[in-house]
């Protein structure tokens, strides 16, 4: 049957079908986050400098493999200028560290658009009226986060540790470093899931990107500074716990099995900070995404 | 027929503010307008039976169901249009309505064709493509309007969908809406302070003041329930005619025309009383009609005295 129009020869047409669970709500939010950071001019000028990085050391492996098979004569000189290229675990785990400081730049300016205009913009009503809980909103918007950190870390660190075993002996690389994959794997997860929880807390209190790179540069550049002095002061190590970033890289470091010595009695104190400060994100996130925010 | 919602001795306040006060109401499928003034409980209302904040008080039922817990899972049946501001800064009308269909379930190719299509019919097609933010008011309400219909929802809870409009633009969303209400099947719930678009678009009412329900049923009965009030015309010397149906009992209203009046006449007041009055006034009656209130005169008889008047379906 052919229906009507309704007005100026449009017509509504009614529409029909099985609906998903909710839990399918989390990747098209997840998505949307991430497509509307990779909008923005400034987030592809960080993601260049964190390729630069990355060419730097595909370039490197692929030149040390040639040196190799071409002229082995000069593999240990060449070995001795480009030392922090041997595809052990170091070399991956320093790899991601330094990824890791442009991601946190990244990530400070990221929060207004991932999470800030939700709360300013009235993005908090559209998402929380439709057939999602809370639960969902707030797994989407860490998902988001989490995807953009291993980006940036992860999935290059991946890509040249693939590189550097495709271009060695291949088969005994992949065996014999299986810990490095985890600890890749591992580094990721321990980046993204703290780093999204402190930046969606602070994101939806402080919502402006101003306000939030303060926050997070007291966070990261001024809790440091004084764990530094204190340490000097006091002359105890444990002080520099209060660097929330070097406690990351140090169980960044655990997990490739590649703790210094010295570093090795504050990897407990490590795991109490970053989970303490993982506890208190989601303390200060919960009461932000209560519906009734949505009608306040 | 199951009854579109239920709320029995509801309320809600917000911190000591009480925003609904033992809201007890039955209501039917169908167009509902909810008119009361700014600060009357209308947006709490909706926010209730979206359920994006519990009652204090009482129970609540959405489509038969009453709502344990905090399940979202009914909200594949209800499209909600905030009256404020739900942009998405850097997303284009499609996406941002696509988005509001997969968020209700649907999956991604249905929600992209479903957004286009309800673009298209809400006249947003030229602009699907542009940043939400570039939109104009007008074009916002329509864009919340698009992604509270992607999912073809059952019921429509609309919080001021004419606000900020220009006169053009209400008439148009009004069209819409009237449309909309006229599927079978669908019902919708307006919220407003706007009579006007009550009365075009609605059968029924919800009036509310200071978080109270003073009125509710079918707007034609509320009118005509205490319906004492008459145009009359004559010839002749108005001021004898006024004295006598004041003398009767009756209110006389002056009117901006000569020879015509308002009157509110007494309980008990019979038509031929009108014309006991004439022939002692020594004037001609020329009309006589029973005046019927419109929304805004029903609305203030009711904000004045604080009644409820409950049409018949409603019980």
Same mark, same amino acid.
């Given at each position: 049957?052919?229906?009507?129009?309704?007005?100026?020869?449009?017509?509504?047409?009614?529409?029909?079908?099985?609906?998903?669970?909710?839990?399918?709500?989390?990747?098209?939010?997840?998505?949307?986050?991430?497509?509307?950071?990779?909008?923005?001019?400034?987030?592809?000028?960080?993601?260049?400098?964190?390729?630069?990085?990355?060419?730097?050391?595909?370039?490197?492996?692929?030149?040390?493999?040639?040196?190799?098979?071409?002229?082995?004569?000069?593999?240990?000189?060449?070995?001795?200028?480009?030392?922090?290229?041997?595809?052990?675990?170091?070399?991956?785990?320093?790899?991601?560290?330094?990824?890791?400081?442009?991601?946190?730049?990244?990530?400070?300016?990221?929060?207004?658009?991932?999470?800030?205009?939700?709360?300013?913009?009235?993005?908090?009503?559209?998402?929380?009226?439709?057939?999602?809980?809370?639960?969902?909103?707030?797994?989407?918007?860490?998902?988001?986060?989490?995807?953009?950190?291993?980006?940036?870390?992860?999935?290059?660190?991946?890509?040249?540790?693939?590189?550097?075993?495709?271009?060695?002996?291949?088969?005994?690389?992949?065996?014999?470093?299986?810990?490095?994959? /985890?600890? =890749?794997?591992?580094?990721?997860? &321990?980046? #993204? +899931?703290?780093?999204?929880? *402190? $930046?969606? !807390?602070?994101?939806?209190?402080?919502?402006?990107?101003?306000?939030?790179?303060?926050?997070?540069?007291?966070?990261?550049?001024?809790?440091?500074?004084?764990?530094?002095?204190?340490?000097?002061?006091?002359?105890?190590?444990?002080?520099?716990?209060?660097?929330?970033?070097?406690?990351?890289?140090?169980?960044?470091?655990?997990?490739?099995?590649?703790?210094?010595?010295?570093?090795?009695? /504050?990897? =407990?104190?490590?795991?109490?900070? &970053?989970? #303490? +400060?993982?506890?208190?994100? *989601? $303390?200060? !996130?919960?009461?932000?995404?209560?519906?009734?925010?949505?009608?306040? | 027929?199951?009854?579109?919602?239920?709320?029995?001795?509801?309320?809600?306040?917000?911190?000591?503010?009480?925003?609904?006060?033992?809201?007890?109401?039955?209501?039917?499928?169908?167009?509902?307008?909810?008119?009361?003034?700014?600060?009357?409980?209308?947006?709490?209302?909706?926010?209730?039976?979206?359920?994006?904040?519990?009652?204090?008080?009482?129970?609540?039922?959405?489509?038969?169901?009453?709502?344990?817990?905090?399940?979202?899972?009914?909200?594949?049946?209800?499209?909600?249009?905030?009256?404020?501001?739900?942009?998405?800064?850097?997303?284009?009308?499609?996406?941002?309505?696509?988005?509001?269909?997969?968020?209700?379930?649907?999956?991604?190719?249905?929600?992209?064709?479903?957004?286009?299509?309800?673009?298209?019919?809400?006249?947003?097609?030229?602009?699907?493509?542009?940043?939400?933010?570039?939109?104009?008011?007008?074009?916002?309400?329509?864009?919340?309007?698009?992604?509270?219909?992607?999912?073809?929802?059952?019921?429509?809870?609309?919080?001021?969908?004419?606000?900020?409009?220009?006169?053009?633009?209400?008439?148009?969303?009004?069209?819409?809406?009237?449309?909309?209400?006229?599927?079978?099947?669908?019902?919708?719930?307006?919220?407003?302070?706007?009579?006007?678009?009550?009365?075009?678009?609605?059968?029924?009412?919800?009036?509310?003041?200071?978080?109270?329900?003073?009125?509710?049923?079918?707007?034609?009965?509320?009118?005509?329930?205490?319906?004492?009030?008459?145009?009359?015309?004559?010839?002749?010397?108005?001021?004898?005619?006024?004295?006598?149906?004041?003398?009767?009992?009756?209110?006389?209203?002056?009117?901006?025309?000569?020879?015509?009046?308002?009157?509110?006449?007494?309980?008990?007041?019979?038509?031929?009383?009108?014309?006991?009055?004439?022939?002692?006034?020594?004037?001609?009656?020329?009309?006589?009609?029973?005046?019927?209130?419109?929304?805004?005169?029903?609305?203030?008889?009711?904000?004045?005295?604080?009644?409820?008047?409950?049409?018949?379906?409603?019980?």
């Amino acid at each position: 049957m052919i229906e009507k129009p309704d007005t100026d020869g449009r017509r509504y047409r009614g529409w029909s079908s099985r609906l998903r669970p909710a839990w399918f709500s989390i990747w098209p939010i997840a998505w949307t986050g991430l497509n509307l950071v990779l909008r923005r001019k400034l987030f592809w000028l960080l993601l260049g400098i964190t390729l630069i990085n990355f060419l730097f050391l595909f370039a490197t492996i692929y030149l040390k493999a040639q040196i190799r098979v071409e002229n082995p004569a000069v593999m240990r000189f060449v070995d001795s200028v480009l030392e922090s290229v041997s595809g052990t675990g170091e070399t991956y785990r320093d790899f991601m560290a330094a990824q890791g400081t442009v991601t946190m730049l990244m990530l400070a300016f990221a929060g207004e658009v991932l999470v800030g205009n939700d709360y300013r913009c009235g993005g908090l009503t559209f998402y929380l009226s439709r057939r999602i809980g809370r639960r969902h909103y707030l797994l989407g918007k860490l998902l988001s986060i989490g995807l953009l950190v291993q980006l940036t870390t992860a999935l290059p660190a991946l890509v040249l540790y693939l590189e550097y075993g495709l271009l060695t002996d291949s088969a005994v690389y992949f065996r014999e470093n299986t810990r490095i994959l /985890l600890g =890749i794997l591992g580094y990721g997860l &321990v980046m #993204a +899931v703290p780093l999204s929880l *402190v $930046l969606f !807390a602070l994101a939806a209190w402080l919502q402006r990107t101003v306000p939030l790179v303060m926050g997070w540069a007291c966070l990261f550049v001024l809790m440091p500074a004084i764990g530094a002095i204190l340490r000097k002061v006091y002359d105890d190590r444990h002080w520099h716990l209060l660097s929330f970033w070097r406690d990351i890289r140090l169980l960044g470091s655990w997990c490739f099995g590649a703790i210094p010595d010295r570093d090795e009695p /504050l990897i =407990i104190g490590a795991v109490t900070v &970053v989970a #303490a +400060v993982c506890a208190v994100a *989601v $303390l200060a !996130a919960i009461p932000q995404v209560q519906a009734v925010k949505v009608v306040r | 027929m199951d009854p579109l919602f239920e709320l029995i001795d509801v309320a809600y306040s917000y911190g000591r503010h009480p925003a609904l006060r033992d809201v007890s109401l039955t209501v039917r499928c169908g167009a509902i307008g909810l008119v009361g003034q700014n600060g009357a409980g209308k947006s709490t209302l909706i926010h209730l039976l979206l359920g994006l904040i519990r009652p204090t008080a009482g129970s609540l039922k959405v489509f038969a169901s009453e709502r344990r817990g905090w399940p979202t899972g009914f909200r594949q049946r209800v499209g909600f249009m905030p009256e404020r501001e739900s942009l998405l800064p850097g997303l284009k009308g499609i996406e941002y309505v696509a988005l509001a269909g997969q968020l209700c379930g649907m999956p991604r190719r249905d929600a992209l064709r479903r957004a286009h299509e309800t673009l298209s019919y809400l006249e947003l097609e030229e602009a699907r493509y542009r940043a939400v933010e570039q939109y104009s008011v007008g074009m916002r309400q329509r864009l919340k309007l698009a992604a509270a219909l992607v999912h073809d929802p059952d019921l429509l809870l609309l919080d001021e969908p004419t606000s900020g409009l220009d006169p053009d633009g209400r008439a148009a969303m009004l069209d819409v809406l009237a449309v909309l209400a006229a599927r079978p099947g669908k019902s919708l719930v307006l919220s407003t302070h706007l009579l006007g678009d009550v009365e075009r678009i609605c059968e029924e009412a919800i009036v509310l003041d200071a978080g109270r329900v003073v009125g509710v049923g079918p707007i034609r009965e509320m009118r005509t329930v205490s319906a004492g009030t008459y145009r009359v015309r004559w010839r002749g010397d108005g001021n004898r005619l006024a004295d006598r149906l004041l003398a009767l009992g009756a209110e006389v209203r002056d009117s901006e025309r000569s020879g015509e009046a308002q009157v509110v006449v007494p309980e008990g007041w019979q038509h031929r009383d009108f014309f006991k009055a004439a022939r002692e006034g020594q004037v001609v009656l020329t009309g006589l009609k029973r005046e019927e209130e419109d929304l805004e005169a029903v609305y203030q008889r009711l904000i004045g005295a604080g009644t409820i008047s409950r049409g018949d379906n409603h019980d």
